[in-house]
């Protein structure tokens, strides 16, 4: 059975850091590429960030580029997302999601097979 679970989501002022991770379980971890996601009442799901397992590449979308980071410890089976210098408009539900490929790394959802539950992140002060 494929599982994500994210974790680390709540509440945090302006400014300040979140650290969510995706702990996976039902397949090998290091030959697929893993995405984030976030989704905001009355918004499009919007791709976050993307890491590949082949080669490590990594991308960002501009709205969070040079505050997140993407990280996988494969023998942990577990995906990080450090968020730091965080904005209100960042708060969404934030998923993780499996990409069949290892070394493509994407945030388009249609290229991911399987997904987490969600884990709230509300920045507010």
């Known amino acids: 059975q494929v599982q994500l679970v994210e974790s680390g989501g709540g509440l945090v002022q302006p400014g300040g850091s979140l650290r969510l991770s995706c702990a996976t379980s039902?397949?090998?971890?290091?030959?697929?590429?893993i995405g984030w996601f976030r989704q905001a009442p009355g918004k499009e799901r919007e791709g976050v960030s993307c890491?590949?397992?082949?080669?490590?590449?990594?991308a960002y979308a501009d709205s969070v580029k040079g505050r997140f980071t993407i990280s996988r410890d494969n023998a942990k089976n577990t995906v990080y997302l450090q968020m730091n210098s965080l904005k209100p408009e960042d708060t969404a539900v934030y998923y993780c999601a499996r990409s069949p490929y290892r070394n493509r790394c994407s945030t388009r959802a249609y290229e991911y097979d399987y997904w987490g539950q969600g884990t709230q992140v509300t920045v507010s002060s």
């Open positions: 890491i590949s397992s082949g080669d490590g590449r990594t």
């Open positions: 039902g397949f090998t971890l290091d030959e697929h590429a």
